[in-house]
């Protein structure tokens, strides 16, 4: 079993607990972007039971353009030979996926043992994001750690 689904907008890095007069709470950027996942997941999934076993994530990030960009170095992003080496981390922006989907499309983000994440610019922000079932068999033969 495979969900693809794209999460449209810049991918937002989650952000770090703030502590407040009331406590400790989740930055509004943070909580806004995590129903945004959630959002995306279900329209694409409406029906899907939470996937049970372990999980393999693929994520691309695609970031805007900077206005600032002249013609060469926008057509280097547009081509994607000129890469965004700058926060968010891709680390940040995983989490934030990741822990939007906790509870919908698996039961814990625990259960993801694989994870790839790419970072790219495009004029139409997005992340796009490819969570797949995996079997014994798969677990086995893709370790180069496995002796």
């Known amino acids: 079993m495979a969900v693809l689904f794209t999460i449209p907008g810049p991918p937002v ?86 822990d939007a989907l906790n509870g919908i499309a698996y039961k814990d983000d625990s259960q993801i043992v694989e994870i790839t994440c790419q970072k790219y610019y495009s004029s139409q922000p997005r992340a796009v994001v490819l969570l797949s079932e995996l079997e014994e068999k798969q677990l086995e033969s893709n370790s180069i750690y496995h002796t």
């Open 13 to 98: 890095a989650k952000g770090r607990p703030r502590v407040g007069k009331f406590g400790a709470y989740t930055p509004k950027k943070t909580v806004e972007y995590e129903n945004l996942v959630r959002m995306a997941y279900v329209q694409c999934a409406p029906d899907k039971p939470p996937i049970d076993g372990y999980i393999r994530a693929e994520i691309l990030l695609y970031f805007p353009i900077p206005k600032s960009a002249g013609k060469t170095a926008r057509a280097g992003m547009e081509a994607g030979t000129i890469r965004p080496a700058k926060k968010p981390d891709c680390d940040n922006c995983i989490k934030s996926i990741t």
